[in-house]
T-cell receptor, first 115, second 108 residues
Framework: DTGVSQDPRHKITKRGQNVTFRCDPISEHNRLYWYRQTLGQGPEFLTYFQNEAQLEKSRLLSDRFSAERPKGSFSTLEIQRTEQGDSAMYLC?????????????FGSGTRLTVV | AQRVTQPEKLLSVFKGAPVELKCNYSYSGSPELFWYVQYSRQRLQLLLRHISRESIKGFTADLNKGETSFHLKKPFAQEEDSAMYYCALLYSTDKLIFGTGTRLQVFP
C-alpha cells in the first residue's frame, strides 16, 4: 500500500498520560498535514509541514501538542498530559504541493480515547 | 471569517431518486471548493474539485458565487453512494476548512 499510513489505529489512554502518533506520507509528497475530527464535526486543521519545516499551527494546537517531521519524511504528533477533550480522530494527509491543483491524500486516522 | 456550512446532517433517498447535498461557504477571496467522501470503514477521499468541472461517479457540483454555494448533485442515486460527504474550502493556499458533513443513505 503506497498510501498514507498512520499508527496506531486506536489508542486508549488514561487522562494525564502522554501519547504519540506516527504518520508516514506518500514518499514523494513534500507536504504533510494533521487534522483532528471530533464526533459530528468535519476535520479541523491542526498543523502542516513542508518537508521538515513546520509552517503553521492552528490555535487548536495548545502547548501540550507538538508535531515534528525530522527528516521531511514521517511525522509524529505528541500530546502531553492528555485530557478527555483530546478524544478525537487524528487524521494525517499529504500532498505533492500547495494549492488547488494538488489534492490531499488522507490516512485512515488514529482514534484517541482518553479515559 | 471563512466558513463552510452543510445544513443537512442526514439525507435519505431511494435508489434512482435525484440527490442534492447542500454546501454554502463564506470566504472573502476567490473560493476553491472540494467535495470529499468517506465510505463505511474507509478513509476520507477526494470526490471532486470545482476547478476541474468534472463528473465523478455521476456526481457534479457547480460553484455559484452569487449564492455562495457548491451543491453536490446526482440525477439517479445508487446504493453504493451511501456515505458521509464533506464539502471543503481551500484557504491560504494550503489549508482546508471542512463542513460538518452530510450522511447520505440510499435505500433499495
Amino acid at each position: 500500500d503506497t498510501g498514507v499510513s498512520q499508527d496506531p489505529r486506536h489508542k486508549i489512554t488514561k487522562r494525564g498520560q502522554n501519547v504519540t502518533f506516527r504518520c508516514d506520507p506518500i514518499s514523494e509528497h513534500n507536504r504533510l498535514y494533521w487534522y483532528r475530527q471530533t464526533l459530528g464535526q468535519g476535520p479541523e486543521f491542526l498543523t502542516y509541514f513542508q518537508n521538515e519545516a513546520q509552517l503553521e499551527k492552528s490555535r487548536l494546537l495548545s502547548d501540550r501538542f507538538s508535531a515534528e517531521r525530522p527528516k521531511g519524511s514521517f511525522s509524529t504528533l505528541e500530546i502531553q498530559r492528555t485530557e478527555q477533550g483530546d478524544s478525537a480522530m487524528y487524521l494525517c494527509a499529504s500532498s505533492l504541493g500547495a494549492g488547488v491543483g494538488y489534492g490531499y491524500t488522507f490516512g485512515s486516522g488514529t482514534r484517541l480515547t482518553v479515559v | 471569517a471563512q466558513r463552510v456550512t452543510q445544513p443537512e446532517k442526514l439525507l435519505s433517498v431511494f435508489k434512482g431518486a435525484p440527490v442534492e447535498l447542500k454546501c454554502n461557504y463564506s470566504y472573502s477571496g476567490s473560493p476553491e471548493l472540494f467535495w470529499y467522501v468517506q465510505y463505511s470503514r474507509q478513509r476520507l477521499q477526494l470526490l471532486l474539485r470545482h476547478i476541474s468541472r468534472e463528473s465523478i461517479k455521476g456526481f457534479t457540483a457547480d460553484l455559484n458565487k452569487g449564492e455562495t454555494s457548491f451543491h453536490l448533485k446526482k440525477p439517479f442515486a445508487q446504493e453504493e453512494d451511501s456515505a458521509m460527504y464533506y464539502c471543503a474550502l481551500l484557504y491560504s493556499t494550503d489549508k482546508l476548512i471542512f463542513g460538518t458533513g452530510t450522511r447520505l443513505q440510499v435505500f433499495p
